[in-house]
């Protein structure tokens, strides 16, 4: 009982561990290079999960955090966004109807439920790896948000120990391969600190918001090119 209690607070640290970003991007006004991926990944999650109360909370919580993505993104991102919070909604229609109308015991339910589950666990654990793929390629962990990596390591090592106790491997597999997740974006953090440029922009994030809005970038370029013609014909 009391592992069960303890794993339940790791769980909503970790839904609660990015909010340090979420003020970052709130101050800001922009989400910059911050991905939605990892938190759009977690609301499916939550919602085939949706079997005890901390996962309601947990799917309340990331929803939150999509909305700040929305609001602060640029069209391009948001509309990305939106196909994929669709994609899960009518995901997650046909699984009740299917549920509900071809599956009549509660232990099949429960059995292809349980398997969904599984595949979407690894999902949300996997959602970091863009995130990680920018790390390496920038060399940077400006947009690679530490708390969260923690959470994800310590949220798996848990459940793993909860699984180990009860013999579960549904719980055992996902969970394991999110330790190694987080294990593995804490050690690329470790790596690329001391290169990452905190105050400046990098390349990836200047050309994202060059294309930004009805294209004021590339105006702003233009009509200093032509003050320069004039200048230069005067």
């Not at 793929?133 to 949220?155: C, E, F, R």
């Not at 990452?196 to 200047?206: I, Q, S």
Request: aromatic share 12%; charged share 15%; proline share 3%.
């Amino acid at each position: 009982m009391q592992i069960g209690y303890f794993r339940n607070v790791i769980s909503l640290g970790l839904f609660l561990s990015p909010i340090p970003t979420m003020a970052a991007i709130v101050r800001q006004k922009s989400v910059e290079n911050f991905k939605a991926d990892p938190y759009i990944a977690t609301v499916l999650n939550c919602f085939v999960t949706l079997v005890v109360t901390i996962n309601g909370a947990g799917a309340a919580i990331e929803l939150f955090y999509v909305l700040i993505f929305v609001i602060f993104s640029s069209w391009g991102k948001r509309r990305k966004i939106f196909v994929a919070l669709v994609v899960e909604v009518v995901f997650m229609a046909i699984l009740i109807f299917v549920t509900l109308y071809f599956l009549h015991t509660t232990d099949d339910r429960t059995t292809v439920v349980g398997i969904i589950a599984v595949v979407f666990n690894i999902v949300m654990y996997a959602a970091p790896l863009t995130v990680m793929k920018m790390v390496i390629s920038t060399k940077s962990v400006k947009y690679m948000p530490l708390a969260l990596a923690i959470g994800n390591a310590a949220n798996g090592a848990v459940w793993v120990v909860y699984a180990c106790l009860r013999f579960d491997p549904y719980v055992l597999i996902p969970n394991g391969l999110g330790t190694l997740s987080g294990i593995l974006q804490l050690t690329l953090y470790a790596i690329f600190y001391k290169t990452t440029n905190w105050d400046g922009d990098d390349d990836e994030n200047r050309n994202d918001n060059n294309g930004n809005g009805n294209g004021n970038g590339s105006n702003n370029n233009r009509r200093g090119r032509g003050e320069v013609q004039l200048v230069d014909v005067a």
